[in-house]
């Protein structure tokens, strides 16, 4: 690096959330379920039997099982993009699964509101809710 190169800090929230999908890409949920605050609210869009909001850590784990369970063995999310103050935390992701001859793969944007530092509120906005939708219910 040269010397008019300057190497800005990462807040704090974006080094959260990058921690978080490491945890959760490599299955450890024990953890995750201690990066949510204790009244947190999840809320997951749309018409299908997964949407809803839910509330406190015990729903949301119960949540993920049935999401993940839904989404299939190989199912990833990546950051693409993230970017966050003290408050909130916003990120681009990517989302990959197959199911059979089945290929998913769009982006959404995930919102969380953080509070003393985990996550208290989050939203998924899918780039094509229908075809989300329909992969999870296959």
Excluded: C
């Amino acid at each position: 690096m040269s010397p008019s190169e300057t190497v800005q800090p990462v807040h704090p929230n974006v080094a959260f959330v990058v921690e978080a999908h490491e945890r959760l890409e490599s299955g450890d949920l024990a953890s995750i379920n201690e990066m949510f605050a204790a009244d947190i609210v999840w809320h997951e869009f749309g018409s299908s039997p997964l949407a809803g909001s839910y509330r406190g850590r015990d729903a949301v784990m119960a949540f993920w099982k049935v999401y993940f369970t839904a989404a299939g063995v190989g199912f990833t999310q990546t950051i693409d993009s993230i970017m966050a103050n003290d408050e909130f935390v916003s990120s681009i992701v990517q989302l990959h699964g197959s199911k059979g001859q089945i290929v998913f793969a769009q982006s959404a944007i995930d919102v969380m509101r953080m509070q003393n530092g985990r996550i208290a509120e989050f939203w998924r906005y899918y780039a094509d809710l229908e075809a989300a939708e329909h992969f999870l219910s296959l």
